[in-house]
């Protein structure tokens, strides 16, 4: 069996992606702040007929990025870096932006994710595994308000591009959900309807195709990664 590392994934994309891993036979390691939303859907996925292990915690911390790697029991083949934070909102102007804020989005959107993947590469490059970012089109377009977010995905993205070159033996895809009906999403617009965005689950198959086809390196848009059908 496959292994995935699935970070953030007690609810959102994280857990979509979880359960669509889950389905295409990957043995599940996921993790989340929240232990409670965490434990439910580790249930919901064992439900399911997945093989789930659950750790509880920050990725921010040192000694939860060394257990999640610990709880992968010597066997990794995609790391999905999906934990983050939208920072600070209702999103303000970079004049604006509070520094501790968005030291501390860089913190769980470009530290966090680089730290727990040099801690993953043995067991990835053993395997000839996997990394999947997620990222944003605000990592590339200029949308007023979402400076913080957007310079911190865009570090992110860099990253992925230099590991991608470095490591050849390693899969590394940045990959962009596009908007989604989610808890951070619903932050960014605080008292507005968001009922109009797409749901985690229908972008899904696009992510399981780039995984279980082994797409070369490099940055996806779900939206172009619709599986083919003949």
């Known amino acids: 069996m496959s292994t995935a590392l699935i970070t953030g994934a007690s609810r959102g994309l994280g857990r979509a992606l979880a359960a669509g891993l889950g389905r295409a036979g990957f043995d599940l390691v996921i993790d989340a702040r929240d232990a409670a939303a965490l434990d439910a859907g580790a249930g919901a996925l064992r439900a399911a007929g997945a093989t789930v ?29 999906n934990a983050g934070t939208l920072g600070a909102s209702p999103l303000p102007a970079l004049a604006d932006y509070p520094a501790d804020e968005l030291r501390a989005a860089f913190e769980a959107n470009v530290i966090a994710p ?28 200029a949308y007023a308000g979402w400076g913080g977010y957007g310079a911190a995905k865009a570090a992110l993205e860099q990253a992925s591009n230099v590991l991608a070159a470095e490591e050849l033996g390693v899969r590394v895809w940045w990959a962009d959900p596009g908007d989604l ?46 599986p083919v059908t003949s």
């Open 53 to 81: 292990t659950a750790v509880p915690g920050d990725v921010t911390d040192p000694a939860h990025r060394a257990a999640l790697i610990a709880a992968c029991a010597g066997r990794l083949d995609l790391l999905v870096n």
């Open 181 to 226: 009906r989610t808890d951070m999403h619903q932050l960014a617009f605080p008292g507005e309807d968001i009922s109009d965005r797409p749901e985690p689950a229908s972008v899904v198959p696009a992510f399981v195709r780039l995984v279980t086809e082994r797409l070369p390196s490099g940055r996806y848009r779900a939206a172009h990664l619709a």
């Open 114 to 141: 680089i730290a727990l993947t040099q801690l993953a590469l043995p067991l990835l490059r053993a395997s000839g595994g996997a990394v999947l970012n997620i990222t944003s089109d605000a990592a590339v377009e």
